[in-house]
């Protein structure tokens, strides 16, 4: 198949595809005697399997080192598994810190009244605090 083919079929852009190969994400594909790329099947599944991991969170490195485990499929699953687990501690930190953030903007939004002069802005009062 050629790269719009591709593209379609595992829901991601031309220019992304091309993007894979320069990074080493997807393998750089035979070519046709016309010159054109040809993609095969392992083509589409990798790249789900990319669309699907930055859905997860994860990079485009974690990603590499996710298929690199992925192509060797007799070794132990500690390493995925681990790698898993890095990365859900991760998104547990930017949650409890989005949370902190969010917190303090409702507090904040919660004390300014919404009128008045901006002098008497408590919103403005606590960005401009010296930090304790």
């Known amino acids: 198949m ?6 379609d079929r595992s829901g991601v852009a031309i220019d992304t595809v091309r993007y894979y190969e ?9 070519r046709q005697p016309s010159g ?6 392992d083509d589409v ?3 789900r399997f990319v669309r699907r991991a930055k859905g ?11 298929l690199a485990l992925s192509s060797r499929p007799a070794d132990d699953m500690a390493g995925l ?7 859900l501690a991760d998104v547990e930190h930017k949650l409890a810190e989005l949370t902190r953030i969010r917190d303090g903007l409702q507090a904040l939004v919660a004390a300014c009244p919404g009128h008045g002069t901006l ?14």
Do not use: M
């Open 36 to 41: 054109y790329r040809r993609y095969s099947e």
């Open 45 to 47: 599944a990798r790249l």
């Open 22 to 30: 320069r990074h080493s994400i997807l393998p750089q594909p035979q």
């Open 119 to 132: 002098e008497r802005c408590p919103i403005l009062a606590a960005l401009s605090e010296e930090p304790a």
């Open 81 to 87: 598994k681990a790698a898993a687990n890095e990365k």
């Open 56 to 66: 997860l969170g994860f990079t485009l490195t974690e990603i590499r080192d996710l």
């Open 2 to 7: 050629q790269i719009g083919q591709l593209a």
